[in-house]
């Protein structure tokens, strides 16, 4: 009885804000210069006047959501609205979700907020029965169901979602459900992410389903249903704060297309992968139609036809010939293709060893993201001569790879992926640099790896430099165009421009997944198309 009529209470709060606005004269309000009386004698940290009024908008809301960019000091700010919470005696501990990478940046921050730091426990720790602070990542919140159930039940207590866009499936996904099930649990809840709607209204609505069950879904369907997106982001506003990097004074920057084309064979084997056959490809139709036309293998072929086979391990690089060997006419495709590195190298290969041989020269380190771990194998043979780092799930000695970019001055080079290295870390101090060699459809985890390198604490007049490689005619077309309209949609939503412009890449010539139902229709409609060599 008392959840479903604090679930009641809460949409009674969220209609009052929606209308009149928290700038109004609402019951409940909290100013700017309400915040630092709020937090009791324990807190010692200084905030910001962008913290402040974050804190005083979140603290307006029983339940709230952070939409604030990296390096806006969220994870600060949320310990703030408990440390009021706590102040009151409406919380006495506090749950936090987050990705591996977080607890560090957690541990610090309870550390240093508080005259007394917040007793925490970590996975991995000692346990701890008088812990105030439990931090958990995604993957095992599933498992740890009950545990941390019943410790939410045992004292009035907060939830935090840490890069909460990891639950943006919802009751669909295992991380999504977890989360629904612990957090009408807790007296207070509370959202943190910058990209909380990577693929549209559907991840907002599932977010917003946490904070106000029953209630968040609705308000996002109404206020996104006429399709005026301004209107929707009027409507919204007063449920979520969001400081901007305009806001934290950092200097803009603006991706750079370098569009690429294929050479011969390369070309022709993709669009046998569309189904496109040439007539010498005809003669290899089922040992091609085998490599199959799914999106991930597109993407490969759209970098090199030759990662989609098979090597002697599972990760083994590509051995490229320079010079190359030339093909004959009468060379079967498919033996070409098993052969392709000795006959021709990646155009995306090649000019990501053009950039990053242009920076070394220059002084400057680059970041090089690729979506597949042969990619990256296959890079950090290419670029062996630049020292380079690589990381990727199955990197033992991360931090050693990551000392190294940072520190070794002979190491020019980080090669990782999004997946991998999207969250949680800072390179802006060392790096102003970074090329993608391809994309995937996920929005949100293109915008946390391009804050890898642009983020609170650079140094004035910083030059940020960002390269996106696509191939012609290929998926990375498709990719392109998706990821604009999601861009697109999360800028305006959340009256971000710099969001926006992002989804504008300005092109310029070569120097040298998460699939949602309106990206596998503009895939197939990308497989349909014929080929424009005829």
Same mark, same amino acid.
Not at 53 to 66: E, K, T
Not at 421 to 447: K, N, P, T, W
């Given at each position: 009885?008392?959840?479903?009529?604090?679930?009641?209470?809460?949409?009674?709060?969220?209609?009052?804000?929606?209308?009149?606005?928290?700038?109004?004269?609402?019951?409940?309000?909290?100013?700017?210069?309400?915040?630092?009386?709020?937090?009791?004698?324990?807190?010692?940290?200084?905030?910001?006047?962008?913290?402040?009024?974050?804190?005083?908008?979140?603290?307006?809301?029983?339940?709230?959501?952070?939409?604030?960019?990296?390096? =806006?000091?969220?994870?600060?700010?949320?310990?703030?609205?408990?440390?009021?919470?706590?102040?009151?005696?409406?919380?006495?501990?506090?749950?936090?979700?987050?990705?591996?990478?977080? *607890?560090?940046?957690?541990? *610090?921050?309870?550390?240093?907020?508080?005259?007394?730091?917040?007793?925490?426990?970590?996975?991995?720790?000692?346990?701890?029965?008088?812990?105030?602070?439990?931090?958990?990542?995604?993957?095992?919140?599933?498992?740890?169901?009950?545990?941390?159930?019943?410790?939410?039940? &045992?004292?009035?207590?907060?939830?935090?979602?840490?890069?909460?866009?990891?639950?943006?499936?919802?009751?669909?996904?295992?991380?999504?459900?977890?989360?629904?099930?612990?957090?009408?649990?807790?007296?207070?809840?509370?959202?943190?992410?910058?990209?909380?709607?990577?693929?549209?209204?559907?991840?907002?609505?599932? !977010?917003?389903?946490?904070?106000?069950?029953?209630?968040?879904?609705?308000?996002?369907?109404? =206020?996104?249903?006429?399709?005026?997106? &301004? *209107?929707?982001?009027?409507?919204?506003?007063?449920?979520?704060?969001?400081?901007?990097?305009?806001?934290?004074? !950092?200097?803009?920057?603006?991706?750079?297309?370098? %569009?690429?084309?294929?050479?011969? $064979?390369?070309?022709?084997?993709?669009?046998?992968?569309?189904?496109?056959?040439?007539?010498?490809?005809?003669? =290899?139709?089922?040992?091609?139609?085998?490599?199959?036309?799914?999106?991930?293998?597109?993407?490969?072929?759209?970098?090199?036809?030759?990662?989609?086979?098979?090597?002697?391990?599972? %990760?083994?690089?590509?051995?490229?010939?320079?010079?190359?060997?030339?093909?004959?006419?009468?060379?079967?495709? *498919?033996?070409?293709?098993?052969?392709?590195?000795?006959?021709?190298?990646?155009?995306?290969?090649?000019?990501?060893?053009? $950039?990053?041989?242009?920076?070394?020269?220059?002084?400057?380190?680059?970041?090089?993201?690729?979506?597949?771990?042969?990619?990256?194998?296959?890079?950090?043979?290419?670029?062996?001569?630049?020292?380079?780092?690589? $990381?990727?799930?199955?990197?033992?000695?991360?931090?050693?790879?990551?000392?190294?970019?940072?520190?070794?001055?002979?190491?020019?080079?980080?090669?990782?992926?999004?997946?991998?290295?999207?969250?949680?870390?800072?390179?802006?101090?060392?790096?102003?640099?970074?090329?993608?060699?391809?994309?995937?459809?996920?929005?949100?985890?293109?915008?946390?790896?391009?804050?890898?390198?642009?983020?609170?604490?650079?140094?004035?007049?910083?030059?940020?430099?960002?390269?996106?490689?696509?191939?012609?005619?290929?998926?990375?077309?498709?990719?392109?165009?998706?990821?604009?309209?999601?861009?697109?949609?999360?800028?305006?939503?959340?009256?971000?421009?710099?969001?926006?412009?992002?989804?504008?890449?300005?092109?310029?010539?070569?120097?040298?997944?998460?699939?949602?139902?309106?990206?596998?229709? =503009?895939?197939?409609?990308?497989?349909?198309?014929?080929?424009?060599?005829?």
């Amino acid at each position: 009885m008392a959840l479903v009529n604090g679930v009641l209470d809460d949409a009674e709060t969220v209609q009052r804000s929606l209308n009149h606005g928290l700038a109004g004269s609402t019951a409940g309000t909290v100013g700017p210069a309400d915040v630092t009386g709020l937090l009791g004698p324990q807190w010692t940290a200084d905030l910001t006047s962008f913290q402040q009024r974050d804190i005083a908008q979140l603290l307006s809301l029983r339940h709230s959501a952070n939409f604030s960019v990296p390096g =806006a000091g969220k994870t600060r700010v949320a310990l703030a609205v408990y440390a009021a919470m706590r102040e009151r005696g409406e919380a006495q501990r506090l749950l936090v979700v987050c990705p591996k990478s977080a *607890y560090e940046s957690w541990e *610090y921050e309870s550390s240093f907020c508080f005259n007394e730091p917040l007793r925490t426990e970590v996975p991995g720790g000692q346990a701890d029965p008088l812990v105030e602070l439990r931090v958990v990542n995604y993957e095992r919140l599933d498992r740890s169901l009950g545990a941390l159930a019943s410790w939410l039940r &045992a004292s009035p207590s907060m939830v935090v979602l840490d890069e909460a866009h990891r639950m943006k499936l919802g009751a669909g996904g295992t991380y999504g459900s977890a989360c629904l099930a612990l957090g009408p649990l807790a007296d207070r809840r509370l959202i943190l992410t910058g990209t909380p709607a990577p693929n549209g209204a559907r991840d907002l609505e599932n !977010l917003l389903s946490f904070v106000w069950p029953g209630h968040g879904k609705r308000v996002v369907t109404e =206020a996104v249903g006429g399709g005026d997106l &301004a *209107y929707a982001s009027s409507v919204l506003r007063p449920l979520f704060t969001r400081t901007t990097k305009k806001e934290l004074g !950092l200097p803009g920057f603006e991706p750079k297309l370098r %569009y690429l084309d294929m050479p011969p $064979i390369h070309a022709e084997v993709y669009e046998a992968l569309k189904g496109n056959f040439s007539a010498r490809a005809e003669g =290899a139709r089922s040992s091609i139609e085998a490599l199959g036309r799914a999106m991930l293998r597109l993407l490969m072929a759209a970098t090199s036809p030759a990662l989609l086979l098979e090597g002697a391990s599972r %990760y083994e690089p590509l051995e490229y010939q320079l010079p190359p060997l030339h093909a004959s006419p009468s060379d079967s495709l *498919y033996q070409l293709l098993q052969d392709l590195p000795s006959y021709e190298l990646s155009p995306k290969y090649q000019e990501t060893l053009k $950039i990053v041989a242009d920076n070394a020269a220059q002084g400057r380190k680059t970041l090089v993201w690729t979506t597949f771990v042969r990619s990256l194998t296959t890079l950090e043979k290419l670029l062996q001569g630049y020292g380079p780092a690589t $990381i990727y799930g199955g990197t033992a000695d991360r931090e050693e790879q990551l000392r190294r970019f940072r520190q070794d001055p002979d190491c020019h080079v980080l090669l990782s992926n999004p997946a991998t290295l999207g969250e949680g870390i800072s390179l802006h101090q060392v790096c102003h640099d970074a090329v993608y060699v391809d994309r995937d459809f996920m929005a949100g985890r293109y915008l946390q790896s391009l804050d890898r390198i642009h983020r609170l604490g650079l140094a004035p007049g910083t030059e940020t430099r960002v390269t996106v490689l696509a191939t012609r005619g290929t998926v990375d077309e498709v990719v392109r165009l998706r990821l604009e309209e999601k861009l697109e949609f999360m800028g305006r939503v959340l009256d971000d421009p710099a969001v926006q412009q992002l989804a504008d890449l300005q092109e310029e010539p070569a120097a040298g997944a998460g699939l949602d139902t309106a990206d596998v229709r =503009a895939l197939l409609r990308h497989l349909d198309t014929p080929s424009a060599r005829g």
